[in-house]
């Protein structure tokens, strides 16, 4: 292990001995999430100090415990603490402790912010809910209470500002029951200072064309976890007025409107909505 002294700097080859990783893994991680030197000399090589192993020690440690790549550094970075992670809320769940879930949730949301806490634990582990309820034929009861806990707490993120044309319009396809997601994406915009407005579930052809053309948004993001549903949205319609995001694999192998953007994560739609805006992130 390397113990390092006031001022001392190690290259990148020793660094990456004494953490048992590659040398290729450190540069992927100092290229993609940050996790490189923080100073660097010119005409030198890099080298690392104290603060900067410790941070990849951290790294290490968080996705040894399954935590996502994204969020681990996030939280390496930042210095965060231990945080509430997936088996802290299937405990919570599975004691149908609603309370408890809002306040693990909050604190997940605090320390990685909405999309790693969506992507890293908040969506494995309503997978894993949804599995459960499949496999074992119950658990209904602990979906409802830990979705209506997290939705609870993403409601409560932020409340930009509308300024000018509407950045993006959020909606659910006829007769499709899943908010979850958009609410999710609703919260990550407004950490972000992008607001939005979401007309939720179920909602009918006529009424999304009348808000479309009513608030002539830049983005209208539709969300299809179902086929059937997906069809009976009016795409063409809205496309004509807006970019289109579609998120949820009801719209899997449907022909799409031209320009219209699938986003397969929250983070992408997040960049989707940014981009097709024209908002600086």
């Known amino acids: 292990m390397i113990i390092l002294s006031d001022g001392a700097r190690w290259s990148a080859g020793a660094v990456a001995r004494s953490l048992g990783i590659s040398p290729t893994t450190l540069r992927t991680w100092d290229r993609r999430y940050g996790l490189g030197p923080r100073t660097r000399e010119e005409g030198k090589h890099r080298r690392y100090d104290d603060i900067d192993v410790a941070r990849l020690r951290r790294m290490l440690e968080l996705t040894g415990q399954g935590v996502a790549p994204a969020a681990a550094a996030t939280m390496a970075r930042s210095g965060v603490g231990p945080v509430p992670d997936f088996h802290d809320l299937i405990g919570a769940s599975d004691r149908l402790d609603a309370p408890g879930l809002a306040r693990l949730t909050t604190s997940l949301v605090s320390a990685l912010g909405v999309v790693d806490a969506w992507e890293a634990v908040l969506m494995p582990f309503l997978v894993e809910l949804g599995r459960r309820a499949e496999d074992q034929g119950g658990g209904i009861g602990v979906e409802h209470v830990a979705t209506d806990s997290i939705l609870q707490v993403l409601r409560q993120v932020g409340d930009p500002v509308e300024n000018g044309r509407l950045p993006a319009l959020l909606a659910a396809a006829p007769e499709e029951q899943h908010s979850l997601p958009l609410v999710a994406l609703a919260a990550a915009l407004a950490e972000r200072g992008c607001a939005s407005r979401n007309l939720g579930t179920r909602v009918p052809p006529a009424a999304l064309l ?44 449907l022909p799409l409107p031209e320009g219209a953007r699938r986003p397969h994560s929250l983070r992408e739609a997040v960049d989707d909505v940014f981009s097709v805006s024209g908002l600086s992130s």
Do not use: N, Q, T, Y
């Not at 983005?219 to 809205?238: K, M």
């Open 210 to 253: 009348s808000a479309v053309r009513l608030l002539s948004p830049h983005v209208v993001v539709l969300w299809a976890h179902d086929r059937e549903h997906a069809l009976r949205v009016p795409l063409v319609e809205v496309a004509e007025v807006s970019a289109v995001l579609l998120g949820g694999p009801g719209w899997a192998d």
